[in-house]
C-alpha cells in the first residue's frame, strides 16, 4: 500500500470538495495544491493526474444528485412538455449547449494557452473582481427565488456566462451564478440553478475527457482514486449545504476578496519560481 500516495488522494478529495461548487476556482487551488504536495509530472503519470480530476470531479457531482435528489426525482416523475421537470431539464440543455459547444471547439488552444499558473491566476483576480461589481449591481431585489421560474432566454443567458469557465480559474460557479444575477435570479436560486447546470456540464466533460485517456493503473494507484472519489463526495456534501445556508444570510463579497488573495499568492510563486508556471 502506498501511504504516501493515499495521503496525497485525501488531500486532493478535500481541496476538491471545498473548492468545486464554491465560487472560488476549484483549478487555481489544485495548482496550489498539486506543487505543495508535488503531485504532478513527472513523478506520476500525467494521464492518471488527468483520471484523477475526472474521478474528484465526479465524486463532487454525486454530492449534488444525492442532496437534490428528491427534487431531482419530483422532476423526472413531470417530464411531459409543459410541467415542470420538463421545463427544468430543458433549461439546463439551453444552458449547457453555449459552453459545450465553444468547449469542443477551443478544448486544444484552451489547454496549450490557457492552462498554466499565470493566467489561471489572473482569471481569479479578474472573476473576483466581476464578483464584486456584479454583485453590488444585482444581488438585491433580483425577484426570482426558484429554479422553476427561469425561462428559457434566461437560462440561454446563463449558459452564455458560463462560457467564461473555460478559461481555467474563472470557476464554473461564478460564472453561472453572474450570469444567474444578470437574468433577474437571488442569490440562492442562482446558486441552485449552477448546481443542477453542474450535473450535464461536468459529467459530459468528464465523460469526454475520460474516452481520451489511455492508461494502465497499478493497485495502489486504483486505492487512491477509490479514497479521492469518497472524500470528494463527503466533503462536497457538507460544504454544499453549508454554502447554500451562507447564501440566506451573506452577500458573496468575502469569496471574491478570498480569490483575489488567492490569485496573487499564485502570481507571486509563478514569478518567483515557486511554482511552475
Known sequence: MDFVLIFKAVIIGIVEGITEFLPISSTGHMIIVENLIKFKAPMYPKAYIDMFDIVIQLGAILAIVVLYREKIKDSLRNLSPGESGFRLWLNMLVAFIPSAVIGLLLHKTIEEKLFNAVTVAFALVVGGILMIVMENKYRRGNPIRSIDNVN????????CFQCL????????????IMGAWVSGLNTVAAAEFSFFLAIPTMVAASGYSLLKLKISMSSAQIVALIVAFVVSFIVALVVVEGFVNFLKRKPMRIFAIYRILIGIIILVLAFTKGMAA
Open 152 to 159: 428559457i432566454v434566461q437560462a440561454f443567458k446563463i449558459g
Open 165 to 176: 469557465s473555460l478559461w481555467p480559474g474563472m470557476s464554473r460557479s461564478a460564472s453561472t
